[in-house]
C-alpha cells in the first residue's frame, strides 16, 4: 500500500495526499481531467486549505453553537439515517446460485441470442451505377476494392464492412436482403431510402440459446435488484401498520 503523504497542515490538522484525490472523485470527469496537471493539484490542495482555515475560523467563532447550524446538522443526520437504513435493510437481501439457475432454467427462452450477420456494402445513388459496379465486381474487382472506389458510405474506408447486427437494425429493405443471401453472394442492386446497395454477407451465427455462465452475472443483478425493489415495498407497507401515516389533500 503507497503512503498516504502529508501535503499540508494547517494549525496542526493534517491534509492527506487521499483528501486531495478524494476531491478530484468529487469532480466530474471534464473537471478532473483539468486539475490533474501538478499546477491543478496545487491549485485543489489550497481549495483544501481554504476550507480547513474556515472551519478553524468557525470553531472560534463558535458558530457550532448557532442555533441555525444545530438545524441544519439534524436534517444532514436524518437524511444520513434514512439512506442508511434503507442500505442496510437491502444489502442483507442475497439470491443464491440456485435461485438464478431455477429462473434461467424456466425461462430459457428469453436468453435466445438471435441470429447475426456480419455484412459489407456498396452505396451508390443509382441503380445504373450499381449494375456496372457489380459487372466490374464479375469479372473481377474485389468486393472491397470495389466499395473503396465508389461507395459514398463512410464504410468505404474498411471495404464496405459494416460489422455484426441482428434484425431490427437496418433499415427494412437492406436487411430483408441481407437475411436471406448465402455466404459471399452479392446481391443485385437494393433500393432504400439511402440510395441503391451492393450487399455482400461475410459471416453468420446462428440463433442460439445463452449458456447459464453466459448470462449468470447480469441475471444475478437483475434478480437481486427485483427482490429489493419488492422487499423495499413490503417493508414499507408493513411500516405503515406499525406508524401513522396522513396524507392531506
Do not use: W
Request: aromatic residues 8%; charged residues 35%.
Amino acid at each position: 500500500m503507497s503512503e498516504n503523504k502529508i501535503l499540508a497542515t494547517v494549525n496542526e490538522k493534517a491534509i492527506y495526499e487521499s483528501d486531495l484525490n478524494e476531491l478530484m472523485q468529487r469532480l466530474n470527469p471534464q473537471q478532473a481531467n483539468q486539475f490533474s496537471t501538478k499546477e491543478g493539484k496545487e491549485i485543489l490542495l489550497q481549495e483544501l486549505i481554504g476550507q480547513e482555515l474556515f472551519y478553524f475560523d468557525a470553531l472560534e467563532k463558535k458558530l457550532d453553537e448557532d442555533e441555525e447550524f444545530k438545524v441544519e446538522i439534524e436534517k444532514i443526520k436524518e437524511n444520513v439515517l434514512k439512506s442508511y437504513a434503507i442500505r442496510k435493510e437491502l444489502d442483507s437481501l442475497e439470491i443464491s446460485e440456485e435461485e438464478v439457475k431455477e429462473y434461467f432454467e424456466k425461462n430459457k427462452l428469453h436468453f435466445k441470442a438471435p441470429e447475426k450477420i456480419r455484412a459489407s456494402h456498396i452505396l451508390v445513388d443509382g441503380e445504373e451505377k450499381a449494375n456496372e459496379i457489380k459487372q466490374e465486381i464479375d469479372n473481377g474487382l474485389s468486393f472491397e476494392e470495389a466499395a473503396e472506389k465508389y461507395s459514398k458510405c463512410p464504410s468505404k474506408e474498411k471495404g464496405g464492412d459494416l460489422g455484426e447486427f441482428q434484425q431490427g437494425v437496418m433499415v427494412p429493405e437492406f436487411e430483408n436482403k441481407a437475411f436471406e443471401m448465402e455466404l459471399n453472394e452479392i446481391s443485385e442492386p437494393v433500393e432504400t431510402q439511402f440510395g441503391f446497395h451492393l450487399i455482400k454477407v461475410v459471416n453468420r451465427t446462428d440463433a442460439k440459446i445463452s449458456s447459464f455462465e453466459d448470462v449468470k452475472s447480469n441475471l444475478t443483478a437483475q434478480l437481486l435488484a427485483a427482490k429489493q425493489t419488492n422487499y423495499y415495498k413490503e417493508k414499507i407497507d408493513l411500516l405503515k401498520e406499525k406508524y401513522q401515516v396522513t396524507i392531506n389533500s
